[in-house]
């Protein structure tokens, strides 16, 4: 079992970065892949970042490659995005993720685990 608590969020002005950190407690948090996702009012939550056990592998959606950058400190259970250059279409509620498995998901449904999310609100 793994209790996630998401950080970090705010609002900020367009072209600005932010950085969420997740918070992991609970056993065995380096044998858990993760995961960033979001959600805006309105529409189905999305996948935006996952980060391997190790850290070695990384995917991003299309929408933030090359502007965002995840990562994780299994020595302190910490999960983090750093988000540069964000849009207001970035917008969203974004949610820590935790799944048991070696290999990166996409798909919500693959993650057991789940923060409460945090609210990044990017104004134009």
């Known amino acids: 079992q793994v209790q996630l608590v998401e950080s970090g969020g705010g609002l900020v002005q367009a072209g600005a970065s932010l950085t969420l950190s997740c918070a992991a407690s609970?056993?065995?948090?380096?044998?858990?892949?993760m995961g960033w996702f979001r959600q805006a009012p309105g529409k189905e939550r999305e996948f935006v970042a996952a980060v391997s056990w190790s850290g070695g592998s990384t995917a991003y959606a299309d929408s933030v490659k090359g502007r965002f950058t995840i990562s994780r400190d299994n020595a302190k259970n910490m999960v983090y995005l750093q988000m540069n250059s964000l849009k207001p279409e970035d917008t969203a509620v974004y949610y820590c993720?935790?799944?048991?498995?070696?290999?990166?998901?996409?798909?919500?449904?693959?993650?057991?685990?789940w923060g409460q999310g945090t609210q990044v609100t990017v104004s134009s």
């Open positions: 993720a935790g799944r048991t498995g070696w290999t990166l998901k996409q798909g919500q449904y693959d993650y057991n685990y």
């Open positions: 609970g056993r065995s948090f380096s044998s858990y892949s």
